[in-house]
């Protein structure tokens, strides 16, 4: 699929993924606008090999050169290029945007004892593949995790909007744990990760969460609405949350 169609069949997804999530997002050249200030970036990179692979900014100030943007990468399965990008795009709402949008809210953000100076907001975790409820009922029994925490918090950019998304499955022998803040892979987060009891099987199956973290007390845009109901199965990796 060409380069510039591509654009349009992911932005299009953007229209319509926030439409389900009860906002009116409209194409307006290279992004996707919003309510208030917010909008949503686009970048494609097909070019590396990953024909199903998107790269989304949630814009919370559009107009500011400095604002802050949470950018997420999100990867879709299908039977053809739209079939992956539409598939991509709904996994990064339901993940990614839906956390941003329980931000924006004000009232789902929570304090807790590992990350001082932060209030944060987890998305609904989703998980797929076979066997994926083990995954889910894992993630929905889930704590604090200390090593965890002790690796991203260095990571976090002070005095701004960060994301971090976990990413992990597989099977046995064939795993995979990644985590990315701002969009890098974290090394030692991805191996604190990957040390979690978290159930391997015969199947293949995946999860995927994403977390945003704002410096407290943080300034941010007018509220842009309230987002859907949190999805079965949110994990609190992290204790403290009200």
Same mark, same amino acid.
């Given at each position: 699929?060409?380069?510039?169609? &591509?654009?349009?069949?992911? $932005? $299009?997804? /953007?229209?319509? !993924?926030?439409?389900?999530?009860?906002?009116?997002?409209?194409?307006?050249?290279?992004?996707?606008?919003?309510?208030?200030?917010?909008?949503? #970036? /686009?970048?494609?990179?097909? !070019?590396?090999?990953?024909?199903?692979?998107?790269?989304?900014?949630?814009?919370?100030?559009?107009?500011?050169?400095?604002?802050?943007?949470?950018?997420?990468?999100? @990867?879709?399965?299908?039977?053809?290029?739209?079939?992956?990008?539409?598939?991509?795009?709904?996994?990064?709402?339901?993940?990614?945007?839906? +956390?941003?949008?329980?931000?924006?809210?004000?009232?789902?953000?929570?304090?807790?004892?590992?990350?001082?100076?932060? $209030? /944060?907001?987890?998305?609904? +975790?989703?998980?797929?593949?076979?066997?994926?409820?083990?995954?889910?009922?894992?993630?929905? !029994?889930?704590?604090?995790?200390? #090593?965890?925490?002790?690796?991203?918090?260095?990571?976090?950019?002070?005095?701004?909007?960060?994301?971090?998304k976990l990413f992990f499955?597989?099977?046995?022998?064939?795993?995979?744990?990644?985590? *990315?803040?701002?969009? *890098?892979?974290?090394?030692?987060?991805? $191996?604190?990760?990957?040390?979690?009891?978290?159930? *391997?099987?015969?199947?293949?199956?995946?999860? &995927?969460?994403?977390?945003?973290?704002?410096?407290?007390?943080? +300034?941010?845009? !007018? &509220? @842009?609405?309230a987002p859907a109901p949190?999805? &079965?199965?949110? #994990?609190?990796?992290?204790?403290?949350?009200?």
């Amino acid at each position: 699929m060409p380069h510039e169609e &591509r654009l349009a069949v992911i $932005r $299009r997804g /953007v229209v319509r !993924e926030m439409a389900r999530l009860g906002l009116e997002f409209t194409v307006d050249g290279a992004v996707v606008r919003g309510p208030g200030t917010t909008a949503v #970036a /686009v970048r494609d990179h097909a !070019e590396r090999g990953t024909t199903g692979h998107v790269d989304l900014g949630y814009v919370l100030q559009l107009g500011r050169g400095d604002g802050p943007v949470v950018w997420d990468c999100a @990867a879709g399965f299908g039977g053809d290029d739209a079939e992956q990008l539409d598939n991509a795009v709904m996994i990064w709402a339901g993940t990614t945007a839906t +956390a941003v949008l329980q931000l924006l809210d004000g009232g789902h953000a929570f304090s807790t004892p590992e990350f001082p100076g932060w $209030r /944060v907001v987890q998305s609904p +975790a989703a998980t797929f593949g076979t066997g994926s409820e083990l995954l889910a009922d894992w993630l929905a !029994e889930q704590h604090s995790s200390p #090593a965890l925490a002790a690796a991203v918090l260095p990571e976090l950019l002070p005095g701004q909007v960060n994301g971090v998304k976990l990413f992990f499955g597989g099977k046995a022998g064939h795993d995979v744990a990644e985590v *990315r803040v701002n969009g *890098r892979v974290s090394s030692a987060a991805s $191996r604190a990760l990957r040390a979690q009891d978290w159930p *391997r099987g015969e199947r293949l199956c995946w999860a &995927r969460l994403f977390l945003v973290f704002a410096p407290e007390p943080e +300034a941010l845009p !007018e &509220r @842009a609405a309230a987002p859907a109901p949190p999805r &079965r199965g949110l #994990a609190r990796w992290w204790r403290g949350r009200r």
